[in-house]
């Protein structure tokens, strides 16, 4: 059975599964430094810990917040002396399923949300209460999403550990713990929501604090810089090339511009 | 404080983007907004370090492809406004960027690198020694001191750079650029959610 002190050990490590990230087999090495001491838990005699071990040090490339998923299923088949072709497959498949459903989660959403609540809480916070105290309202915007960010991820690693070891052995295992669907297109819609906050919260600041000043001309061109920022971003994205590019050309628009003003 | 206790503050922030936690303490708003503090330049490093952010989330770090690293152009934001002042603030948002994309491409020879610890391992396995930490400790201090030794020479190129092209009209081209660029990252981040929702419904 795993005990408590295992799980905390397990999630512990799950913290450095990418230290050693490597083009050769990504995750391997970070994966057995997680799930060793549980390996030698279950596993008394060197050699059977030996081949285990071996077993799992072929590719492993999973989202390193889904690892635990991952890694509760695969040490009850170990302990429950499952055959090791059932166990690799079971493991591969689990890691791109997982792999997927953490980058959408993590990557593509979470992590722009915690930028924006940055954005949003230092907004509201030095509007409404600390103009004369700066250092104050930016520590705070930025250190609360962070807590809350990482206390989430945390939460994920463990819970992920806890049902994977329940449903250990099963190809769909932790798959259907949570409506990952709907959890997707709620993050996506809150994204949007924020994002268009933003916009128009910028759009506001910009105007009251870049164009009233200045002279007509420099007003003009600072009244044309918006559109002409969201004309080439639109054009190079069609092409689908990297934000680089609209910078770069946004740089070089500048050098014009910045001889008229 | 020397500029060897930021690269160093820096480095350790760093590990959080691949290597270790991933609580995003090395996101550029956060490391811009310490290293900033501890500067004296509190407002300009959380800025600036909130706008290199807005870039970097374009980019999505899946199926292991490297990313430009938002805390190493935060770094080198603002060790260049302590240098130069605020009003360098905006050039210094363009030279962050530079150096973060730079990173990725040492972020991807380090990761072919490691493949030495794969050799490493195997070793180990067959000697029956099982004690991978020590592989995770020596792969952390190699990702220290490579960002460490990257960030230093990166912030003196661009510090010799900038002192050269120094001058009004070069600053009035990177405060307009700037603001063209708030529009261009808050644009893309509206358009890649309203797909996203678009697909989701």
């Not at chain 1, 009850?76 to 953490?102: D, F, H, P, R, W």
């Not at chain 2, 152009?73 to 905006?90: H, N």
């Not at chain 2, 792969?139 to 460490?148: A, H, K």
């Not at chain 2, 600053?171 to 959610?193: D, I, P, Q, W």
């Amino acid at each position: 059975m795993i005990s408590l002190k295992d799980k905390i050990t397990i999630v512990f490590r799950s913290f450095f599964i990418q230290s050693v990230f490597n083009y050769q087999r990504f995750q391997n090495i970070g994966f057995l430094f997680m799930i060793i001491p549980f390996l030698k838990k279950i596993n008394k005699d060197m050699e059977s810990l030996r081949v285990a071990v071996k077993r799992h040090f072929e590719i492993f490339n999973t989202q390193p917040y889904m690892s635990c998923f991952v890694a509760g299923n695969v040490l009850k088949m170990e302990s429950l002396k499952k055959e090791e072709k059932e166990i690799t497959n079971i493991k591969q498949a689990l890691v791109c399923a997982y792999a997927s459903i953490g980058d959408r989660i993590f990557w593509s959403r979470l992590r722009v949300i915690v930028a924006e609540f940055t954005f949003l809480i230092f907004i509201v916070l030095y509007f409404c209460y600390c103009k004369n105290n700066m250092s104050e309202s930016i520590m705070v915007s930025i250190i609360v999403p962070t807590i809350f960010y990482s206390v989430y991820s945390v939460y994920i690693r463990y819970l992920g550990l806890n049902y994977s070891w329940e449903c250990g052995g099963t190809k769909n295992c932790g798959l259907d713990a949570f409506n990952w669907n709907k959890i997707i297109r709620v993050l996506s819609k809150t994204s949007l929501f924020l994002t268009m906050a933003i916009y128009v919260i910028v759009l506001f600041l910009y105007g009251f604090f870049y164009i009233n000043y200045g002279s007509k001309k420099e007003n003009v061109v600072y009244i044309l810089l918006p559109f002409i920022s969201i004309l080439v971003q639109r054009y190079f994205r069609k092409d689908k090339k990297n934000i680089f590019y609209p910078l770069s050309a946004i740089f070089f628009i500048s050098l014009g511009l910045a001889v008229l003003i | 404080m020397k500029i060897f206790y930021f690269i160093l503050l820096a480095s350790l922030l760093n590990l959080d983007n691949v290597s270790a936690f991933q609580f995003l303490i090395s996101r550029p708003s956060f490391a811009g907004g310490i290293l900033g503090y501890l500067s004296g330049y509190t407002i300009e490093g959380f800025l600036i370090g909130l706008l290199l952010e807005l870039v970097i989330l374009d980019f999505t770090p899946v199926g292991g492809i490297p990313i430009p690293n938002g805390t190493l152009a935060a770094l080198v934001s603002v060790l260049l406004i302590r240098d130069f002042g605020s009003d360098f603030a905006f050039a210094s948002f363009f030279a962050g960027i530079i150096a973060g994309e730079g990173y990725s491409y040492v972020e991807k020879f380090m990761r072919s690198f490691r493949n030495i610890f794969n050799r490493l391992c195997e070793n180990m396995i067959e000697k029956n020694d099982f004690n991978f930490g020590k592989l995770v400790v020596y792969s952390l201090i190699i990702d220290v001191m490579v960002f460490g030794i990257y960030s230093f020479i990166s912030y003196k190129i661009l510090y010799f750079i900038f002192l050269k092209i120094n001058s009004d009209y070069i600053m009035k081209v990177f405060r307009l650029a700037v603001v063209g660029a708030v529009f261009v990252t808050l644009t893309s981040l509206y358009f890649k959610f309203k797909t996203q929702v678009g697909k989701n419904d």
